[in-house]
């Protein structure tokens, strides 16, 4: 505290601080001073200038700055006093510059304290931080969890800094969530402001990377805990008493103001709280639930809920989250370790997540988005057949593409449409054959089940690898497989749906007005 620098008679009132007033902090080699009037800032700066002079000490003016706080109307009028009378704000000889924001410790601060803007500044920072990681997040060679792993653990980090001050606010982090849709999409292999392409719930999910407002959330819901056993000014916001009002227990601050209350940062984190996780005003007189272990069940609580809100309000809104759900593909994130064994097959792997996300761009699903003719909604460019070019219809049916499928996949088919059987109708099976390959745990389990013996293809050699768990070795197995088949036959599929692309880009198309002329 400043005390040590002759200045604990400065300082501002706070509500709700036992010890009244706070004169500021120190912090390694910064400071930060406070003070409710002109004189009282003179006073403050006369102090610092002694006690630099005291210790041989030299102050960084470039990096110095006085912001004015309060309400717009008191704080032009301040400002403009400051600006007429420089001496109030001159220390070692130099006068400080007045700045309506101040980055502090990596923390923007504004004249208005706008919580908002803070968080799109760490957004902003982060995305730079994106950018200078493009290259690693968008080269396929590298697997897809260990870029998800660096994406979490550095993009997400950055973006999150300092949101146990704004956090628990879905508002505030929706700058940190489209940054990190941004690094979903590139790490999917399309463009970062692309939104029609890429289902990000599923690939969410599948990646293992949580919603923004989670992580913000777990992180205020921490500190709201562990500020109550810290040994700095911050426990002392925590103090008050508990009161009975209405016949319900809250938790009232001592002498904080009516109008300040409902917007503390205590009393906000404690109203979110009760809302998601139901907790009371008596756990904070309760020592054993504001334990260090404790609070970080809590927060991991906070975490579990967070996500699981998201994803419920995907499933009712998203097909591609919906389905994901219905296959339990969570459950089968095992076989990315492929990608880690077999990084020559990137772009198989590549497609096969796209496909497991919903995000693989068929022809049908491109005539859709009016990329190639209407003719290929109901016609595959590929076989020439009147049905619809779908991921199903590609790794099962498409007859242009069966000798590659004799190749790596033939096996597996003929072991799953032995023990998968469909009712009725063409393609026996077809659609449970599709589900087992892009890794539905039900489909492939049971077929092992029913058909174990045949389906011995699954312990050969290209399953024995390091990189997985006996019972991830069925899965990798049937992965491994796929990815050759994606492999082999995705850059001819690119290239033919290339030739159709720009003979449709060629063709004359209606001038807007050209009918009414006409």
């Given at each position: 505290?400043?005390?040590?620098?002759?200045?604990?008679?400065s300082?501002?009132?706070?509500?709700?601080?036992?010890?009244?007033?706070?004169?500021?902090?120190?912090?390694?080699?910064?400071?930060?001073?406070?003070?409710?009037?002109?004189?009282?800032?003179?006073?403050?700066?006369?102090?610092?200038?002694?006690?630099?002079?005291?210790?041989?000490?030299?102050?960084?003016?470039?990096?110095?700055?006085?912001?004015?706080?309060?309400?717009?109307?008191?704080?032009?009028?301040?400002?403009?006093?400051?600006?007429?009378?420089?001496?109030?704000?001159?220390i070692?000889?130099?006068?400080?510059?007045?700045?309506?924001?101040?980055?502090?410790?990596?923390c923007?601060?504004?004249?208005?304290?706008?919580?908002?803007a803070m968080?799109?500044?760490?957004?902003?920072?982060?995305?730079?931080?994106?950018?200078?990681?493009?290259?690693?997040?968008?080269?396929?060679?590298?697997?897809?969890?260990?870029?998800?792993?660096?994406?979490r653990?550095?993009?997400?980090?950055?973006?999150?800094?300092?949101?146990?001050?704004?956090?628990?606010?879905?508002?505030?982090?929706?700058?940190?969530?489209?940054?990190?849709?941004?690094?979903?999409?590139?790490?999917?292999?399309?463009?970062?402001?692309?939104?029609?392409?890429?289902?990000?719930a599923?690939?969410?999910?599948?990646?293992?990377?949580?919603?923004?407002?989670?992580?913000?959330?777990?992180?205020?819901?921490?500190?709201?805990?562990?500020?109550?056993?810290?040994?700095?000014?911050?426990?002392?916001?925590?103090?008050?008493?508990?009161?009975?009002?209405?016949?319900?227990?809250?938790?009232?601050?001592?002498e904080?103001?009516?109008?300040?209350?409902?917007?503390?940062?205590?009393?906000?984190?404690?109203?979110?709280?009760?809302?998601?996780?139901?907790?009371?005003?008596?756990?904070?007189?309760?020592?054993?639930?504001?334990?260090?272990?404790?609070g970080?069940?809590?927060?991991?609580?906070?975490?579990?809920?967070?996500?699981?809100?998201?994803?419920?309000?995907?499933?009712s809104?998203?097909?591609?989250?919906?389905?994901?759900?219905?296959?339990?593909?969570?459950?089968?994130?095992?076989?990315?370790g492929?990608?880690?064994?077999?990084?020559?097959?990137?772009?198989?792997?590549?497609?096969?997540?796209?496909?497991?996300?919903?995000?693989?761009?068929?022809?049908?699903?491109?005539?859709?988005m009016?990329?190639?003719?209407?003719?290929?909604?109901?016609?595959?460019?590929?076989?020439?057949?009147?049905?619809?070019?779908?991921?199903?219809?590609?790794?099962?049916?498409?007859?242009?593409?069966?000798?590659?499928?004799?190749?790596?996949?033939?096996?597996?088919?003929?072991?799953?449409?032995?023990?998968?059987?469909?009712?009725?109708?063409?393609?026996?099976?077809?659609?449970?054959?599709?589900?087992?390959?892009i890794?539905?745990?039900?489909?492939?389990?049971?077929?092992?089940?029913?058909?174990?013996?045949?389906?011995?293809?699954?312990?050969?050699?290209?399953?024995?690898?390091?990189h997985?768990?006996?019972?991830?070795?069925?899965?990798?197995?049937?992965?491994?497989?796929?990815?050759?088949?994606?492999?082999?036959?995705?850059?001819n599929?690119?290239?033919?749906?290339g030739?159709?692309?720009?003979?449709?880009?060629?063709?004359?198309?209606?001038q807007?007005?050209?009918?009414?002329?006409?």
């Amino acid at each position: 505290r400043l005390s040590r620098v002759g200045c604990c008679r400065s300082g501002v009132e706070v509500p709700g601080y036992p010890g009244g007033r706070i004169d500021g902090y120190m912090f390694v080699d910064d400071i930060v001073g406070l003070a409710d009037s002109m004189v009282a800032l003179k006073q403050l700066l006369t102090r610092f200038d002694h006690w630099f002079t005291k210790n041989a000490l030299s102050v960084g003016h470039r990096k110095c700055g006085v912001m004015v706080f309060g309400p717009e109307k008191a704080r032009r009028q301040l400002k403009s006093q400051l600006e007429t009378s420089p001496h109030t704000r001159t220390i070692q000889g130099a006068t400080i510059e007045i700045v309506d924001q101040y980055v502090y410790l990596g923390c923007k601060f504004t004249e208005t304290l706008d919580l908002d803007a803070m968080a799109k500044a760490r957004a902003v920072t982060a995305s730079a931080a994106l950018y200078g990681m493009r290259h690693f997040l968008t080269t396929r060679a590298i697997p897809i969890d260990t870029r998800a792993m660096v994406y979490r653990s550095v993009i997400v980090a950055s973006a999150a800094y300092g949101s146990e001050l704004w956090g628990m606010s879905k508002h505030r982090s929706r700058h940190g969530e489209k940054l990190q849709n941004e690094g979903l999409r590139l790490m999917l292999g399309s463009k970062a402001s692309s939104t029609a392409t890429v289902p990000l719930a599923t690939t969410r999910k599948e990646l293992r990377i949580p919603p923004f407002h989670a992580v913000t959330a777990q992180r205020r819901a921490r500190v709201f805990v562990k500020f109550h056993h810290v040994q700095t000014q911050v426990a002392g916001f925590l103090s008050g008493k508990l009161v009975e009002e209405g016949g319900q227990e809250s938790w009232r601050a001592s002498e904080v103001p009516a109008g300040c209350k409902r917007k503390s940062w205590v009393y906000r984190s404690m109203q979110w709280l009760k809302r998601t996780v139901g907790l009371g005003a008596s756990c904070l007189t309760d020592h054993t639930l504001m334990s260090d272990t404790t609070g970080r069940l809590m927060a991991a609580k906070v975490f579990d809920q967070c996500c699981e809100t998201e994803w419920k309000a995907s499933t009712s809104r998203s097909v591609s989250a919906k389905a994901y759900q219905t296959l339990d593909l969570i459950s089968s994130t095992g076989w990315q370790g492929g990608w880690t064994a077999h990084p020559e097959l990137a772009a198989g792997w590549t497609q096969l997540l796209r496909m497991r996300t919903g995000a693989f761009l068929s022809a049908g699903r491109l005539a859709q988005m009016q990329v190639l003719p209407d003719q290929f909604r109901l016609q595959c460019p590929f076989c020439g057949k009147h049905t619809t070019d779908s991921s199903l219809h590609y790794l099962v049916q498409c007859t242009k593409w069966s000798e590659e499928r004799d190749r790596y996949l033939e096996p597996v088919l003929t072991s799953l449409r032995n023990a998968l059987v469909a009712d009725d109708g063409d393609h026996t099976g077809d659609d449970d054959v599709y589900k087992a390959l892009i890794g539905s745990p039900a489909h492939y389990q049971t077929a092992l089940e029913a058909d174990g013996q045949s389906l011995s293809w699954h312990v050969t050699e290209p399953a024995k690898d390091k990189h997985c768990s006996q019972r991830e070795r069925p899965m990798l197995a049937i992965s491994l497989r796929v990815a050759q088949f994606l492999s082999e036959t995705f850059p001819n599929r690119c290239r033919a749906l290339g030739v159709i692309l720009g003979a449709f880009l060629q063709e004359p198309r209606p001038q807007p007005g050209m009918a009414d002329q006409a």
